[in-house]
Nanobody, 130 residues
Framework: QVQLVESGGGSVQAGGSLKLSCATY?????????MAWFRQAPGKAREGVAV????????YYADSVKGRFTISADNAKNTLYLQMNILKPEDTAMYYC??????????????????????WGQGTQVTVSS
């Protein structure tokens, strides 16, 4: 029903910036979903980075990226973004875009729990060198 395609990853030095994009395709446009970014470093579990709710205004960030990363959405273009500034080597990971339908929504508790997201992209690699 929904396809997610990430882009914008690459290699950057510590302190640099990157902007990731996630284009959505399918029967429903992005306004029907809460959209999030997750990441997975080698040998580590996947972790939630940021989410933007379907209202386009409410956001939530993991503590590790708060103040450095900004999530945004352009519903007219059906595209999700993640602006990443002051990048650190520990930000190195595969970054995934994910979508949670507004019904049933994200419920209570942690909005960045993987099991709340139904659709996933293939990922884009971000590598930060020191």
């Amino acid at each position: 029903q929904v396809q997610l395609v990430e882009s914008g990853g690459g290699s950057v030095q510590a302190g640099g910036s990157l902007k990731l994009s996630c284009a959505t395709y399918g029967t429903y446009d992005m306004g029907w979903f809460h959209m999030a970014w997750f990441r997975q470093a080698p040998g580590k579990a996947r972790e939630g980075v940021a989410v933007i709710y379907a209202d386009g205004r409410t956001t939530y960030y993991a503590d590790s990226v708060k103040g450095r990363f900004t999530i945004s959405a352009d519903n007219a273009k059906n595209t999700l973004y993640l602006q990443m500034n002051i990048l650190k080597p520990e930000d190195t990971a595969m970054y995934y875009c994910a979508a949670a339908p507004i019904n049933p929504g994200l419920g209570v508790g942690q909005p960045l729990s993987e099991d709340k997201y139904k659709f996933w992209g293939q990922g884009t690699q971000v590598t930060v060198s020191s």
